[in-house]
């Protein structure tokens, strides 16, 4: 008993220090926090074939139960530090200080609307344009990524307006009405898939299985993939429904409800039957290690495998994309092979939303 109330002592003054460097790192990052803001800040859409930006989760009712250090401090509309616990050679802890660079990073105060209006908003003109866009959210299971697609599905009041679906659907209709596009008579469809195990599944008819093939043309064409015409957001707020319900999940160790499949809503325009311009918006399935799904059961080890060769494949294609490379390896996973025109058409934009935890025991995920 008096050396386990030993360890527990040694523990808690352990905590206690560490708690006592992140104040003192942080001091100084707040106050440069506090200048940033008082900055003014002016709206900058940059022009970039691809756009990487992160979004960090605040800590949620479990983690602040705990009391688990927030390892994530943003102190500009485009720099991530991350705080990484450390521990030297004679046991002494500290923190190491990393800073990384993107587009854009929202902190865990940003709200969906903030975050659309920096990523997928500017890519909407991209299809009345005659162009493909590409936005979607990327990270570990249990980061956000649903939210901040599709919007509040947790409990029993389930909200999809908010999120960047039924944002990009708002603006999309009302950019038909601007006298430029109204002249075009353009016609407005959406399609709602997802990729599981390397199938693809029809979301907005009963989860049909499609073949992904590619014609003569080098066009892949997703056959059989059903396309609803939609008049308003609210017809778009009713498909996304119907084919979250749908949805391929399970429990993992990070999430209790995991998506376990990539789902892909696109917003497709018409003109005289033929495709104008298309945006697919995918809310991938979360990224595990495999330390992670070490406990769990053969089929959620075989799905995160190949979820994470699929996450592969993209990081290989958004790689080649970022680098201006001849050639586009999109053929190396069926996500990759349906999204091929969004990466090599002349005029296609792609945006990139990492979310991510803020909670100490990912700094590892964090960093890769």
Partial sequence: KREKRRLQQQELREKRAQKSIFKKQTKVLNSRVN???????????????????????PLNKKELTVKDLDVITIPSKDVVMVHEPKQKVDLTRYLEN??????????????????????????VETIFERGMATCFA????????????????????????????????????LMLKKPNYKKLDLQVFATF??????????LLNRKAKLRVLEDGKQQVQVVGLQEREVKCTEDVLKLIE??????????????????????????????????????????????????????????TRLEGAEINKSLLALK???????????????????????????????????????????????CDNMMN
């Avoid at 249990?142 to 603006?171: E, P, V, W």
């Avoid at 970022?322 to 349906?338: C, D, E, I």
């Fill in 193 to 202: 898939f997802e990729i599981y195990s390397g199938k693809v599944f029809d």
């Fill in 138 to 173: 990327y990270g570990q299971t249990g980061s956000g990524k649903t939210h901040t697609m599709g919007g509040d599905f947790s409990g029993k009041n389930q909200d999809c307006s908010k999120g960047i679906y039924a944002l990009s659907a708002r603006d999309v209709f």
């Fill in 316 to 362: 290989e294609c958004i790689r080649a994309l970022g680098r201006n490379k001849p050639h586009t390896p999109f053929r190396a996973s069926k996500l990759t092979q349906v999204l091929r025109d969004s990466f090599i058409g002349e005029n296609s934009r792609t945006c990139m939303v990492r979310t991510q935890h803020n909670h100490v025991i990912n």
């Fill in 98 to 123: 990393q800073t990384f660079r993107f587009d854009y990073a929202f902190d865990e105060n940003s709200t969906n609307e903030m975050v659309y209006r920096f990523t997928a908003q500017p890519l």
């Fill in 242 to 299: 119907v084919g979250n319900s749908c949805r391929t999940s399970g429990q993992t160790s990070a999430n209790a409800h995991s998506s376990r499949s990539h789902a892909v809503f696109q917003i497709i325009l018409r003109r005289r039957g033929k495709m104008h311009g298309k945006f697919s918006l995918i809310d991938l399935a979360g990224n595990e290690r495999g330390a992670d799904t070490s406990s769990a059961d053969r089929q």
């Fill in 35 to 57: 200048n940033i803001l008082s900055a003014p800040f002016v709206l900058q859409i940059e022009e970039h074939r691809i756009c990487v930006c992160v979004r960090a989760r």
